[in-house]
């Protein structure tokens, strides 16, 4: 009986461990996608002014740019690369710098595959300025896209 009772708890124990989150309603996905096409249209924005394009590039450079996004969506791992200075411990430590390491090479195979698709739509020194501010370029995004949603 002991054995048996000992094999249910455990087995409600790993259930609950290992069951997910409540799925997403419909509502909250929307919301998400909301604020996802928000920050590219920000991001798109910053991109346009400090790439200085004009209206005819900006509307070849568009789709490229978010094909170039998902792209990057799709490789980089942020869950095991992403985590607080202080919860970084000697056991977690390797795994999270491989993760970066990772992310930084797998980001680079895009940037490569995507020279060429860039080049049939902005210049060159386009090119160099988009891929050295791009990351800065998607932070300034999310904090506009937060500032106006907090200013709401």
Avoid: G, H, W
């Avoid at 590219?40 to 740019?65: C, G, H, I, S």
């Amino acid at each position: 009986m002991f054995v048996v009772a000992m094999t249910v708890i455990a087995a409600f124990a790993f259930q609950s461990a290992f069951a997910q989150a409540p799925a997403k309603t419909d509502a909250e996905k929307a919301a998400a996608k909301a604020k996802q096409e928000q920050i590219m249209q920000t991001r798109l924005q910053l991109l346009k002014d400090e790439l200085k394009l004009d209206d005819a590039q900006f509307a070849n450079f568009e789709p490229v740019y978010r094909d170039y996004r998902r792209a990057l969506q799709k490789v980089v791992d942020n869950k095991a690369a992403r985590v607080k200075k202080d919860e970084l411990t000697n056991e977690n430590a390797l795994e999270v710098v491989l993760a970066r390491l990772s992310n930084t090479i797998r980001t680079s195979t895009v940037k490569q595959t995507f020279l060429l698709k860039f080049s049939k739509v902005i210049e060159p020194v386009q090119i160099e300025k988009l891929y050295r501010v791009d990351d800065r370029i998607a932070k300034e995004a999310r904090k506009i896209v937060q500032y106006r949603a907090d200013a709401k």
